[in-house]
């Protein structure tokens, strides 16, 4: 049916089988619509105008099926019309031709055989459809304040939670820093005082089981622009505090005591960072999350898992805190080769936030530094497990007082400044340049240099192309331990233990 014979007129074969045909498609919802399926339809509507199988003057547009992608036009042959196997004329329009191209190509080759300029527009508007579908998706860019809602934007709230866990004995730790309104819970002074005298925040919430409200009486005296409150859990508090929040920082849970890996805090941490997601789910979606909470490995998946769930996650605002594995990297080297200011190196760490997972990277060193081989071991090892040191020394008792440096450079990137980098566990799927770091590791999750704007995590670095060997050893075994502590994650948020 795909051609009249020269004895049956196209109208009459019409109305023959306008009712029944193969390419017919009826829908008993609004009130019985029907669209067609012929290929030589170019708008899919079922009318004698558009039918293809009867118009010897039909046109198809189809999306080529191999990788080239661009579009095929399909003509009729009118000399052959019993013979289906050669009636059609295929002319390939590959996907490296232009769109300026593609369009010129279509309209020459219809125009030259006589179509409708109504047809050969359907068939243009139909192929840029194709080519349009074909393109790389982009996430749409948020919009950018200007004037007044700019300079809001500018300052930051932060809100603290300090005091005990509840039903715990063991003071915990988590943050949140938003721009213009954030939120930190800490269970220590030093972060909270940082955060109330950082000229970046001007508000700064505490939230926490007990005590926050005394916390913020307190720290309402320093003579610095936040503006702070304190909240407790009565009330709504939580969802109070992190009400429309632009950065939330978390360092919630238990700390390490002597002798306990970042593993046994799991089942406590874990529970406690899902709950706090899921309320920051509800009440500030497009809030930037920053998890220090142990292990970063497994609770920032955890976090992911329930943002999914939630249908608010952008891997953009997600981050785990590691600074403080480049922190104690330069400044353990620093004291080996006599360096006066740490701060003077930049030695990228790269992976996970536990022991074998972190992987210093003393060869991309800037500027470079010579590591003697007697004390590159020990050197990786302090690196690597430098929290116990401070675990051991506080016995027990923990810290988020380093996390300040990253909040303030996620403030500064949401700003506007440029050249902001620092290594981040993120989703490296979501983020520009993850998704081949993503492939070489096989790991969806890590940590690596991460460029810093304003909408978040804006592009990741790639230091896997250029690793020592023993960089490489380092990095199989930290992929390994990485898998596991991913998978826990993934699996808590899916079926968390019952209470």
Known sequence: MSHHSSQVSADLIWEISRSQNAFLVKRAQSGGVRFSRDPFNLV?????????????KAVGVEENKDKSKGVTLITKKVKHPQRPASHVHKVTIGGNKSTRKTFKTIASNTAKSGYRPDIRAEAVARASAIRKSQQPKKDAPEAKLRGAKAKKAADAVVVIMAGKALALSDEYEAQTIRSPKSQTWDSKPPLSLLLKTSPLISELALYDVVNTPGVAADLSHIS???????????DD????????????VIPAGIPRKPGMTRDDLFNINAGIVKGLIEVIADVAPKAYILIISNPVNSTVPIAAEVLKAKGVFNPKRLFGVTTLDVVRAE?????????????DLNIPVIGGHSGETIVPLFSQAKPSVTIPADKLADLVKRVQFGGDEVVKAKDGAGS???????????????????????P???????????????????????????????TGAEKAQNPLTNLDD???????????????NIAKGVSFAHNPPQK
């Open 44 to 56: 899919n509507i079922h009318s004698r105008k558009h039918a293809g199988f009867v118009n010897d």
């Open 224 to 234: 610095s622009p936040a503006k702070i409150t304190g909240y407790l859990p009565k």
């Open 237 to 248: 508090g939580a969802k109070l505090a992190f009400k429309d929040a632009d950065i939330i």
């Open 331 to 343: 400044t353990f080297v620093a004291e080996i080769i006599g360096t006066k200011n740490p701060q």
């Open 400 to 422: 988020a007082t380093l996390s300040m440096a990253f909040a303030e450079a996620v403030l500064k990137g949401l700003s506007g400044e440029k050249g902001i980098v620092t």
């Open 424 to 454: 981040t566990f993120v989703y490296l799927p979501g983020i520009s340049g993850g998704e081949v770091i993503a492939k070489e590791t096989g790991l969806d999750f890590f940590s690596v240099p991460v460029e810093l704007g304003t």
């Open 470 to 484: 023993n960089e490489k050893t380092l990095l199989k075994a930290a992929v390994e331990g990485l898998k596991g």
